[in-house]
C-alpha cells in the first residue's frame, strides 16, 4: 500500500462532510471496542462465544454510510458489527445480542453477533455461509417487482462465502433481472483456516463480475473513504435501475476467526504482525488530525465517551434477564406449538 503524507496531500472527500468523517471515525473506534469487550466476556465466562471484526473497521464504517437510513435494506453476514452500528444499532443493542437476553430483537434466539432489526432495516441471518444472499436477492426482485425504485440491497459476506453455490445461483438471478442489489466481498484473506490461495487459482474476486454480465471493482477496505465512495457508487446505480454491481474490499483479519478459534494454528504471529502496519483505526485517526477534522484533544475526549458508551452498554445488557423456557415455541409456529396436531 503506497504511503501518503497525510499532512500535506490534499483530502478525496468524495462529498463527506467532517460531520460524517467524524462519524465513521466514532464507528470504528466503537467497533474496536465492542471487539474487545466480546472476547474478554468470553474469556470471563459470561458469554459463550464472540465473533471479531477487527480489521473490517475502515470497510465496514465507509460502506455503512453510503447506507440510506429507511429505504436501504441491509443482509450482513456474522462479522459484520459495524455495518450494524452505521445503520442505527447501538452498543446496548448489540450487547444484548452478544449476552443473548430476552430484550434483543431476537429474542435472545440467535448466535452472538447475528444481529436483525426490522427498524433498520437489516435482515436476520443464519450462520451458514451464503445461505443469506439468496434472501438478500429475494427483497431486491420485491423492491423491482413494487416499483420501489429508490431503494437497494446492500449484501456482504467474506471472501470464503464466494466459494458457495448459493453466492453464484444469487448473482447470476440478480444479474438476470437487473435487481437493485450491490454485492460486497469484504475480503480478508481467510475462510476461517483456509488462506485465499487455497480457495480459489483466481483470488481476484472483482474479475468474477464479467462472466455475470456485471461491473466488478476492487478497493482498499483499509480506508472508509475509499469505502464509501465504491459503496455509494454502486448503491446509486442500483437504485437507479442500472441493476447489480460486485465490490471487493480489501482488508485483513486481525482476530482469531472467533473465541473458538486459534489462529496460530494456520497462520504465524509474524504475519499478523507485518498486517498490523496497516491497521484502520490509528490511520485514519491520524488523517483526521492532519486535515483539522479533529484535534488530538477531540480525539481523546472521543475515545473516552466511545468507551463509557461501551461499558454503560455492557452493564445495562448484562443486568436484563434471560428469556424464559416458556417462550421457546414463540415465533416459531403458527397456532398451537405442537407441530404434530
Known sequence: MPKTDTATSKLERHGLTDKQLRAIFRNMLSQRDLDNRGFQLNRQGKVPFAL?????????????MAFARGKDLLAPYYRDLGLALGIGLSPYEI?????????????????????????????????????????AVGVAYAF???????????VTCGDGTTSEGEWHESINFAAIHKLPIVFLVENNEWAISTPLGKQMAQPEIWKRAAGYGLPGKRFNGFDPIETYAAVHDAMQRARSG????????????????????????????????????????????????AHGILSPAEVEALKKDVMRECNDATDAAEAQPYPQASDL?????????????
Not at 144 to 154: F, I, M, N, S
Not at 246 to 258: D, K, P, Q, T, V
Request: net charge negative; glycine share 8%; charged share 20%.
Open 329 to 341: 415455541y414463540t415465533h416459531v409456529y403458527e397456532g398451537a406449538w405442537q407441530p404434530w396436531q
Open 242 to 289: 442500472e441493476g447489480p454491481t460486485l465490490l471487493e474490499g480489501m482488508c485483513y483479519r486481525f482476530l482469531a476467526h472467533s473465541t473458538d478459534d486459534n489462529d496460530m494454528t494456520y497462520r504465524t504471529k509474524e504475519e499478523v504482525v507485518a498486517h498490523r502496519k496497516n491497521d484502520p483505526v490509528p490511520r485514519f485517526e491520524a488523517l483526521l488530525v
Open 95 to 135: 450487547m444484548l445480542s452478544i449476552f443473548a437476553r430476552a430484550a434483543d430483537h431476537n429474542g435472545g434466539r440467535q448466535f452472538p453477533n447475528h444481529y436483525s432489526s426490522k427498524k433498520a432495516g437489516l435482515l436476520s441471518f443464519s450462520s451458514i455461509l451464503a445461505a443469506h444472499i439468496p434472501h
Open 52 to 64: 471479531g471484526s477487527e480489521g473490517h473497521e475502515a470497510l465496514q464504517a465507509g460502506a455503512a
Open 144 to 154: 423491482k417487482y413494487r416499483h420501489e425504485g429508490d431503494r437497494a440491497v446492500l
